[in-house]
């Protein structure tokens, strides 16, 4: 099994940043890619983007250019810089890993509130 831990979310204003940190412990050795995704209330949960192990990384095209993942394979942990931030980024964030058997884990979501 593999357990996923978030931090780094909180309230900030438009334009303003943060960045969540995603922890992962257990079968770390299963994990292909990882990847952060949000849920607005009312909405479906949505990609935000994701990271292969290898480092090649996808976007949502709301964030290109705003938002930056990263993972660093030795501390076993993932990162997502928010820059510019906007009120239609608020939600709550989950961290995802996808292992090399395809099987998704998830964290238990972090709250990013932006206030205009």
């Known amino acids: 099994q593999v357990q996923l831990v978030e931090s780094g979310g909180g309230l900030v204003q438009t334009g303003g940043s943060l960045r969540l940190s995603c922890a992962a412990s257990?079968?770390?050795?299963?994990?292909?890619?990882m990847g952060w995704y949000r849920q607005a209330p009312g909405k479906q949960r949505e990609m935000v983007a994701t990271?292969?192990?290898?480092?090649?990384?996808v976007y949502a095209d709301s964030v290109k250019g705003r938002f930056t993942i990263s993972r660093d394979n030795a501390e076993n942990t993932a990162y997502l810089q928010m820059n510019s931030l906007k009120p239609e980024d608020t939600a709550v964030y989950y961290c995802?890993?996808?292992?090399?058997?395809?099987?998704?884990?998830w964290g238990q979501g972090t709250q990013v509130t932006v206030s205009s």
């Open positions: 257990g079968r770390i050795f299963m994990i292909n890619a």
């Open positions: 995802n890993a996808v292992s090399m058997s395809r099987r998704d884990y």
């Open positions: 990271i292969a192990r290898g480092g090649i990384a």
